[in-house]
């Protein structure tokens, strides 16, 4: 899981992003503005400011007593308040509402007439170089309170009618494929109807939880119930061109120290009115920021259980265990422990992502994780489960990502009493693995072994875990990855359409590695059963699945289950596939089983969901 900030944002920042979005795509906006005298009182409202674009046309000027109603305080992280101008214009795209930044706790009340005098700014979060779309604000501002006690201007209603189904236009290619200069379209476009919307009160009605309370008191529902539903309650996310547009981020405006954010599952209902400013974040995009926020209503979400192997079947499954290391508590242990047994009915064979090493992240140069791996073992056995035994190689300290000092690698853990491992000597972090003839049949030089592990594609980044196995007197060859993260890409609320995903780019090298290798074995024994899986970071229908596959080497197994069921992890809402088991093509009778026990619910002891493949060899 990322690590996140909430400190607030300084006002000189704040400049120096506006400035630099002024610069180049925004420059002939900005020089305009600049040439203009500031606006008076009697002739700039708030509508003024926000404009018909992403970016207001006083970017970078002065204005002087702005009217509204305050319609939202905010006293932590980015701190400010909201106000909005009771008296709208006609023009659907133009938003009547704004946020003031006040940098310490801000003074004023809901419900209090203001006139606010500052500076307008363009305030991206994330920075420049995230390729968020920016928050139109007033920094610096003289506040002064003209009344109190006046009704709050009336809530816009988000809801599967007003929301359109098309997510955003295409960026504009003069300007890098930036949507920012383009003139809002809200009764077309979702992006453009929030836009139009920014610093707005708004209010939805009773909605369906799609993305469950995380730690950092924020959940996600959706006002489209029907848009890509599954029937466990969430909101699957199946294409790049088929985005969910009813998705919104809550969160409350009032302290959790005074008020507790309330704990949802997706599923869950956020029932009755939650009303608030709706504001744009980093972390989401636009966020309905509740000034009143309704009841969740628990719909009883439970963990699935996978079926038990028969005799003559192979399970085995991948799951990513979040760093898992000795100084994390004997509860997360055991409750892993408890779901590889009574979740995943003791796969024979399983596929460990992010085992740390025996101190996890102290950075002192340790990179052994058998204590780790003894103590998840011990869990497993205490918990009723075999006494797995497990293969593994020890990275090179710091130098397959993750963690600063934790060390993460790939773990076979097997079942001696169902599967053996067939040991050949010499595999370490730096030497690969190669196929060879052995006999008829193929054969792996190291095994454990890495695969190509100087290749510049695994630089940084988690080398494949490469294993023979038998099972009832067949081979059966297991790579086990863990591919490069999405850090670094835009987010799906980019000012970029479509969003740049660079580091897919690092994927892809990866998936051809793995494709070759997986050819090298098909080119010796073409029916020799290969299962490749782990946490591949990328979705069945993104460029790194299609490499992997390239050839019809491989199959991604998720595809075997309707569509509405292909996910294992959920980010900002969507239900989306991360974990990947994939198969050569003599494995074309399976049963394929993406065990939903972690991401869907607040309380996690992972954030992804285990993925386990049954096949008779």
Same mark, same amino acid.
């Given at each position: 899981?990322?690590?996140?900030?909430?400190?607030?944002?300084?006002?000189?920042?704040?400049?120096?992003?506006?400035?630099?979005?002024?610069?180049?795509?925004?420059?002939?906006?900005?020089?305009?503005?600049?040439?203009?005298?500031?606006?008076?009182?009697?002739?700039?409202?708030?509508?003024?400011?926000?404009?018909?674009?992403?970016?207001?046309?006083?970017?970078?000027?002065?204005?002087?007593?702005?009217?509204?109603?305050?319609?939202?305080?905010?006293?932590?992280?980015?701190?400010?308040?909201?106000?909005?101008?009771?008296?709208?214009?006609?023009?659907?795209?133009?938003?009547?509402?704004?946020?003031?930044?006040?940098?310490?706790?801000?003074?004023?009340?809901?419900?209090?007439?203001?006139?606010?005098?500052?500076?307008?700014?363009?305030?991206?979060?994330?920075?420049?170089?995230?390729?968020?779309?920016?928050?139109?604000?007033?920094?610096?501002?003289?506040?002064?309170?003209?009344?109190?006690?006046?009704?709050?201007?009336?809530?816009?209603?988000?809801?599967?009618?007003?929301?359109?189904?098309?997510?955003?236009?295409?960026?504009?290619?003069?300007?890098?494929?930036?949507?920012?200069?383009?003139?809002?379209?809200?009764?077309?476009?979702?992006?453009?109807?929030?836009?139009?919307?920014?610093?707005?009160?708004?209010?939805?009605?009773?909605?369906?939880?799609?993305?469950?309370?995380?730690?950092?008191?924020?959940?996600?529902?959706?006002?489209?119930?029907?848009?890509?539903?599954?029937?466990?309650?969430?909101?699957?996310?199946?294409?790049?061109?088929?985005?969910?547009?009813?998705?919104?981020?809550?969160?409350?405006?009032?302290?959790?120290?005074?008020?507790?954010?309330?704990?949802?599952?997706?599923?869950?209902?956020?029932?009755?009115?939650?009303?608030?400013?709706?504001?744009?974040?980093?972390?989401?995009?636009?966020?309905?920021?509740?000034?009143?926020?309704? !009841?969740?209503?628990?719909? /009883?979400?439970? $963990?699935?259980? *996978?079926?038990?192997? &028969?005799? @003559?079947?192979? +399970?085995?499954? #991948?799951?990513?265990?979040?760093?898992?290391?000795?100084?994390?508590?004997?509860?997360?242990?055991?409750?892993?422990?408890?779901?590889?047994?009574?979740?995943?009915?003791?796969?024979?064979?399983?596929?460990?992502?992010?085992?740390?090493?025996?101190?996890?992240?102290?950075?002192?140069?340790?990179?052994?994780?058998?204590?780790?791996?003894?103590?998840?073992?011990?869990?497993?056995?205490?918990?009723?489960?075999?006494?797995?035994?497990?293969?593994?190689?020890?990275?090179?300290?710091?130098?397959?990502?993750?963690?600063?000092?934790?060390?993460?690698?790939?773990?076979?853990?097997?079942?001696?009493?169902?599967?053996?491992? !067939?040991?050949?000597?010499? /595999?370490?972090? $730096?030497?690969? *693995?190669?196929?060879? &003839?052995? @006999?008829?049949? +193929?054969?792996? #030089?190291?095994?454990?072994?890495?695969?190509?592990?100087?290749?510049?594609?695994?630089?940084?980044?988690?080398?494949?875990?490469?294993?023979?196995?038998?099972?009832?007197?067949?081979?059966?060859?297991?790579?086990?990855?863990?591919?490069?993260?999405?850090?670094?890409?835009?987010?799906?609320?980019?000012?970029?359409?479509?969003?740049?995903?660079?580091?897919?780019?690092?994927?892809?090298?990866?998936?051809?590695?793995?494709?070759?290798?997986?050819?090298?074995?098909?080119?010796?024994?073409?029916?020799?059963?290969?299962?490749?899986?782990?946490?591949?970071?990328?979705?069945?229908?993104?460029?790194?699945?299609?490499?992997? !596959?390239?050839?019809?080497?491989?199959?991604? $197994?998720?595809?075997?289950?309707?569509?509405?069921?292909?996910?294992?992890?959920?980010?900002?809402?969507?239900?989306?596939?991360?974990?990947?088991?994939?198969?050569?093509?003599?494995?074309?009778?399976?049963?394929?089983?993406?065990?939903?026990?972690?991401?869907?619910?607040?309380?996690?002891?992972?954030?992804?969901?285990?993925?386990?493949?049954?096949?008779?060899?």
């Amino acid at each position: 899981m990322t690590a996140r900030s909430s400190l607030p944002r300084s006002a000189a920042v704040a400049a120096v992003v506006a400035t630099a979005l002024a610069g180049g795509l925004l420059a002939a906006t900005t020089a305009a503005s600049a040439s203009d005298s500031p606006a008076s009182a009697a002739e700039t409202r708030i509508h003024d400011i926000q404009g018909t674009t992403r970016i207001s046309p006083l970017v970078g000027q002065q204005v002087a007593d702005v009217t509204g109603i305050v319609t939202g305080v905010r006293t932590y992280g980015s701190k400010g308040f909201w106000f909005q101008d009771p008296q709208a214009d006609a023009d659907a795209a133009t938003s009547e509402g704004i946020f003031v930044f006040t940098s310490s706790a801000p003074t004023v009340a809901v419900g209090d007439a203001v006139k606010v005098s500052g500076t307008v700014g363009e305030y991206i979060p994330g920075g420049t170089s995230s390729g968020n779309q920016s928050l139109t604000q007033i920094s610096k501002p003289t506040v002064t309170v003209v009344s109190s006690g006046n009704p709050v201007p009336a809530p816009v209603t988000l809801s599967a009618k007003s929301v359109p189904s098309s997510y955003a236009p295409e960026g504009d290619p003069a300007a890098g494929g930036s949507i920012n200069a383009l003139p809002l379209n809200p009764r077309k476009y979702a992006l453009d109807y929030y836009e139009s919307l920014e610093g707005s009160n708004v209010r939805i009605g009773t909605s369906r939880v799609v993305g469950a309370t995380d730690p950092y008191s924020e959940l996600w529902v959706t006002v489209k119930p029907h848009e890509h539903d599954n029937r466990r309650g969430g909101t699957v996310y199946g294409s790049y061109t088929s985005q969910n547009t009813g998705r919104l981020q809550i969160q409350q405006l009032a302290p959790v120290s005074q008020q507790p954010f309330p704990k949802a599952n997706v599923g869950d209902v956020l029932a009755g009115t939650t009303e608030g400013p709706l504001d744009f974040n980093q972390f989401g995009g636009y966020t309905l920021t509740a000034r009143t926020l309704g !009841t969740v209503t628990d719909r /009883g979400l439970k $963990a699935e259980s *996978t079926r038990p192997q &028969r005799s @003559g079947e192979l +399970a085995v499954a #991948t799951y990513n265990v979040e760093n898992l290391d000795p100084t994390d508590p004997q509860a997360k242990f055991d409750a892993l422990a408890a779901a590889v047994v009574n979740n995943l009915a003791s796969p024979d064979v399983i596929a460990l992502e992010e085992i740390q090493d025996n101190n996890g992240a102290k950075n002192d140069g340790t990179v052994a994780a058998d204590e780790t791996l003894k103590k998840f073992t011990a869990a497993i056995a205490a918990a009723g489960g075999p006494a797995y035994d497990w293969r593994t190689i020890d990275p090179a300290n710091n130098k397959d990502g993750g963690e600063p000092g934790g060390n993460i690698r790939q773990v076979f853990l097997f079942n001696p009493e169902r599967v053996s491992f !067939t040991d050949r000597a010499g /595999g370490d972090a $730096a030497t690969a *693995t190669a196929v060879v &003839r052995d @006999g008829r049949d +193929a054969a792996l #030089t190291l095994s454990p072994g890495r695969i190509d592990p100087a290749n510049a594609a695994w630089e940084n980044s988690r080398k494949p875990l490469a294993g023979e196995f038998t099972f009832r007197g067949r081979t059966v060859f297991v790579i086990a990855n863990h591919f490069g993260s999405k850090g670094g890409d835009e987010s799906l609320v980019s000012h970029h359409q479509p969003p740049v995903r660079k580091s897919e780019i690092k994927r892809l090298e990866q998936a051809q590695a793995v494709n070759t290798f997986v050819k090298d074995i098909l080119k010796v024994q073409r029916n020799a059963d290969v299962l490749v899986l782990g946490d591949i970071n990328d979705f069945e229908f993104s460029a790194t699945t299609k490499a992997l !596959t390239a050839d019809g080497a491989l199959y991604p $197994a998720v595809k075997s289950l309707p569509r509405s069921e292909r996910y294992s992890y959920v980010f900002q809402g969507n239900s989306q596939v991360l974990d990947q088991i994939l198969t050569s093509p003599s494995i074309d009778d399976f049963s394929y089983d993406s065990v939903h026990i972690n991401a869907e619910f607040s309380a996690q002891n992972s954030d992804h969901d285990p993925q386990v493949l049954r096949f008779r060899p």
